[in-house]
C-alpha cells in the first residue's frame, strides 16, 4: 500500500469536520456528532480503499516463472504497449499525393478530379408573395379585431 495509517486519519478527520458542520448547520449537537463520526469511518475507509487500489496499480508483483516476464524480460507489466491499427497508410499517401502545396509549403485538399458521388445542395423555391401588401394587412388588421 502507499502511504500510512496517517493518510487515513486525515482524510477520515477531513469527512468528520466537513460532515459535522454540513450536519450541525440544521441538527442539534448530537445528531451532529453522530452524523460526523460516520462521516469519519466512510472516509478513512474511502481513503484505505483507495492507498490499497493505489498500492496495486503502482507496484505490481512479477510471478517467477510464469506469466508476462517469463521469458527473462526485466519489464513489468503495463510498461510497454503494443498496439496494431489498420493499415490506413495507402489512402493517407493517396492523399499526400493528390495534394497542391504552394511554394511556402501549405497543403491543400486534392482537386476535383474524383466522380460525382450524386450529392446536389439544396435548392429550395423561392418565395413570390401574390398578395398585395395592402390586402395582408387588412387580414391581419381583421384577424386581430376577433
Given amino acids: 500500500m502507499i502511504g500510512n495509517y ?3 486519519l486525515g ?3 477531513v469527512g468528520f469536520v466537513l460532515t459535522f458542520f454540513v450536519a450541525f448547520s440544521s441538527n442539534v449537537l448530537m445528531t451532529s456528532l453522530i452524523r460526523g463520526l460516520i462521516g469519519f469511518v466512510a472516509w478513512y475507509v474511502l481513503a484505505y480503499g483507495l492507498r490499497w487500489g ?3 496499480l503502482f ?3 512479477v510471478e517467477n516463472g510464469s506469466g508476462y516476464d517469463s521469458e527473462g524480460t526485466q519489464d513489468l507489466r503495463g510498461s510497454q504497449v503494443d498496439i496494431k491499427l489498420e493499415d490506413d497508410g495507402q489512402e493517407l499517401n493517396d492523399l499526400l499525393k493528390n495534394g497542391q502545396s504552394d511554394s511556402a509549403g501549405a497543403d491543400y485538399p486534392p482537386s476535383e478530379t474524383k466522380a460525382p458521388t ?3 445542395p439544396l435548392d ?3 418565395l413570390v408573395r401574390t398578395k398585395d401588401p395592402e390586402e395582408l394587412a387588412q387580414a391581419v388588421r381583421h384577424l386581430t379585431d376577433k
Fill in 54 to 56: 493505489l498500492g496495486i
Fill in 11 to 13: 482524510a477520515g478527520i
Fill in 118 to 120: 450524386g450529392f446536389a
Fill in 6 to 8: 496517517r493518510i487515513n
Fill in 59 to 61: 507496484s505490481p508483483r
Fill in 124 to 126: 429550395p423555391p423561392k
